[in-house]
């Protein structure tokens, strides 16, 4: 079973810049496609990023071009750097872990952390 723990978010200013960290455990996190999410409030939860087990990449049109996600294989851990922060970027930021492609980390999932708050505001 997936086991994750999010970390780094916090408060930040319009244009500053937060890494988001993202343990994992309880798979092999090497051959696993990851996602970051984010709920906003009195919204749904919407993918992010995601980056397959060989490193391919996929963007929300939203957050193209200031964010990036990447991952470490040797500490089972995923990262979300956000640059260029906005007010609308605001949100819990959520990962998960599917065996399967970029594709399939639209489809739900039956667990989730407990994420990490990202406020944006001056």
């Known amino acids: 079973q997936v086991q994750v723990v999010e970390s780094g978010g916090g408060l930040v200013q319009p244009g500053g810049s937060l890494r988001l960290s993202c343990a994992v455990s309880g798979i092999i996190f090497s051959i696993y496609t990851m996602g970051w999410y984010r709920q906003a409030p009195g919204k749904q939860r919407e993918l992010v990023a995601a980056i397959s087990g060989g490193g391919s990449t996929n963007y929300a049109d939203s957050v193209k071009g200031r964010f990036t996600i990447s991952k470490d294989n040797a500490k089972n851990t995923v990262y979300l750097q956000m640059n260029s922060l906005k007010p609308e970027d605001t949100a819990v930021y959520y990962c998960?872990?599917?065996?399967?492609?970029?594709?399939?980390?639209?489809?739900?999932?039956?667990?989730w952390g407990q994420g990490t708050q990202v406020t944006v505001s001056s």
């Open positions: 998960n872990a599917r065996a399967g492609t970029i594709e399939t980390m639209q489809y739900s999932f039956p667990n």
